[in-house]
């Protein structure tokens, strides 16, 4: 089976099979637990897996967990989930950087032994100074002048041994020493600027406790995990990619597997931020109810929401991998989704802002049952009975006492259709005289139309919706918008924060609404169309009495192809 080649990485690997450079395709996911993932490492999780599947190879999980302060264990099993969740599979391919210490501590004292790496007493300030910046010259033009070399630079390789152990051993305090590879000082490149490898921190870590006081630094830590694990194609975002000769380096120096870093771009999408960053402090400050608040665009945010897995796998193969960053409109993920519930989401009637439509001449007590699909898009999902009642609840909405241009629902005088229904005419309304409220709608119906269809219904331009006062079941509504005002949340003038951009109206609660009684037998994650509304999904929250449906996304698609 041949394997499609249609883009820069599926290129990039066949090349490397056909040269020889590999034999065989190995690739991981390498999430850091310090937060929940976000649609942004789906598309990583995607093109890591798919890559892997494509040429017949594999796909690690691997935590690189070498950071002892924000790491934990419930990011651990929230990362894990949410991967399941998507529809990808580590088989029993789970790894931790945090089981490589002692790998790694063997590597750094290789590269000692080697004078390629030196411990150093500069401070963390010191070396940043030390490292330099780039600077402008006189026609704008940015350089970088050579940074200068730390006073211990050229510790013998005994004197350097010996400090790492005793680094090791917790003789030091904290910030005091690092290790530092030794490369060159006047590199273009600020990274490859001797960088640190290893830091002093007295910090219990998540899985290996106090077991160790000096913790390794990503740009170490993560060629030489993948080169552990014999990882062939190391894929990952733009933002590494100044780092690869250091990740080049490192591989070479400490002369392990041949991993091979190739970068992508970033997913970003308008309305949101893609940063574990920026969704910690959301979450801290509680500018949302948690990760997995219905707005938040983490994978079970998303899944709260309503999204399916489906629908996110669709719109990763739509954006595709380019090498150049670029913003995505939101708008697509949500036609994704539309696409999909569309095929997936049962009708159901509910009425949000409800408001008493009676029907004069229904007698009093009689309920007809009425024939309703369930889904116009799949046959096989059946359909139900509604029940029809002397007296429904409609939408506000749908009555105008006086009607503007081009009304087509109720007003004194109209005629409109009750889905599945009857054609009803509106004979008046009931007014509180004191609040100039209305609180009830009156009109008479015609036998004749049962399901809608008159002999002669060419004036009857509404369709309504409705449910039964009677049988329907009091529910709970929460309306969502997207949590940013703007289209670009992450611009924002100097002095400025991303939180000014928050929509002080992303959560809109509706007590009570009513919907259909199927909607009782209902379990979280259910997924339905309120017709003329928009698509739901039954929330897991159970607090309450009411079941909660949560806005998945409104009906009309606004991607422009
Ligand atoms: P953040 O920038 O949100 O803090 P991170 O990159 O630090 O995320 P990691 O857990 O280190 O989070 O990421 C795991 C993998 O996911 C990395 O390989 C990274 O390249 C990739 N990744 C993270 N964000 C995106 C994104 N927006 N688009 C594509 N890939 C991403
Ligand atoms: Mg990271
Ligand atoms: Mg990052």
């Not at 796998?313 to 913003?327: E, L």
Request: aromatic share 12%.
């Amino acid at each position: 089976e041949k394997a499609e080649l249609n883009d820069f990485i599926s290129e990039a690997i066949a090349d490397d099979l056909k040269t020889g450079r590999y034999d065989h395709v190995h690739t991981r996911f390498p999430p850091e637990p310090n937060g929940w993932l976000h649609i942004g490492h789906a598309k990583a999780i995607t093109v890591d897996f798919t890559m892997a599947q494509k040429f017949g190879g594999q796909c690690n999980l691997r935590f690189d967990d070498t950071n002892p302060e924000k790491e934990d264990m419930s990011y651990v099993e929230a990362i894990k989930r949410d991967i399941k969740w998507l529809g990808f599979d580590w088989e029993d391919r789970e790894y931790y950087a945090s089981d490589y210490y002692e790998y790694l501590y063997e590597l750094a004292v290789k590269l000692i032994k080697k004078g390629k790496a030196y411990v150093d007493d500069l401070s963390e300030e010191e070396i940043r100074v030390y490292r330099g910046t780039a600077v402008a010259d006189k026609n704008n033009i940015t350089y970088t002048p050579p940074g200068k070399d730390s006073p211990y630079r050229n510790r013998s390789v005994e004197e350097n041994l010996d400090l790492f152990a005793r680094m090791r051993s917790g003789e030091f305090p904290d910030g005091s020493k690092t290790l530092r590879a030794k490369i060159d000082m006047a590199h273009p490149n600020l990274v490859m600027r001797d960088p640190v490898m290893y830091r002093i921190r007295r910090m219990p870590h998540y899985r290996v406790g106090d077991a160790w006081c000096i913790y390794p630094m990503y740009d170490f830590q993560h060629p030489l995990s993948d080169a552990k694990e014999g990882i062939t194609h190391s894929l990952c975002s733009l933002e590494y990619e100044i780092h690869r000769p250091l990740y080049e380096w490192f591989i070479r120096e400490c002369e392990v597997f041949p991993s091979r870093q190739i970068e992508f771009a970033r997913l970003n999408i308008t309305r949101t931020v893609l940063s574990k960053r920026w969704l910690l402090q959301l979450v801290q400050e509680k500018r949302v109810a948690g990760w997995d608040d219905p707005r938040m665009p983490t994978l079970a945010g998303l899944r709260r929401r309503g999204y399916t897995p489906e629908a996110i796998r669709d719109f990763m193969s739509r954006i595709g991998i380019a090498k150049t960053d670029s913003m995505v409109d939101i708008a697509l993920l949500e036609h994704c989704l539309r696409e999909d519930l569309n095929k997936r989401a049962n009708r159901v009637m509910a009425v949000l802002k409800p408001l008493k439509l009676i029907i004069e001449n229904w007698p009093e007590g009689k309920v007809e049952e009425l024939d309703a699909i369930n889904n116009p898009e799949d046959p096989s999902a059946g359909s139900r009975k509604v029940h029809f009642t002397r007296e429904l609840w409609i939408e506000q909405d749908d009555f105008q006492e006086v009607p503007p241009p081009k009304y087509f629902r109720l007003f004194p005088g109209n005629s409109v259709r009750l889905r599945y229904g009857y054609i009803v005419t509106c004979t008046g309304f009931d007014k509180d005289p004191r609040t100039g409220e209305i609180t009830a709608v009156r009109c008479t119906y015609d036998p004749e139309t049962r399901g809608g269809n008159a002999q002669d219904n060419r004036k009857v331009k509404g369709t309504i919706h409705w449910v039964s006062v009677q049988h329907a079941i009091p529910i709970e509504v929460r309306l969502y918008d997207y949590l940013f005002a703007v289209e670009r949340p992450m611009e924002v003038p100097p002095g400025g924060s991303f939180l000014d951009n928050l929509n002080p109206n992303s959560l809109e609660v509706i007590e009570t609404a009513y919907g259909e009684p199927c909607l009782a037998k209902t379990k979280a994650e259910d997924k339905f169309q309120f017709e003329r509304i928009g698509y739901f999904v039954r929330d897991p929250d159970t607090a309450g009495t009411k079941p909660v449906f949560n806005k998945t996304v409104g009906l009309r698609d606004t991607w422009a192809k």
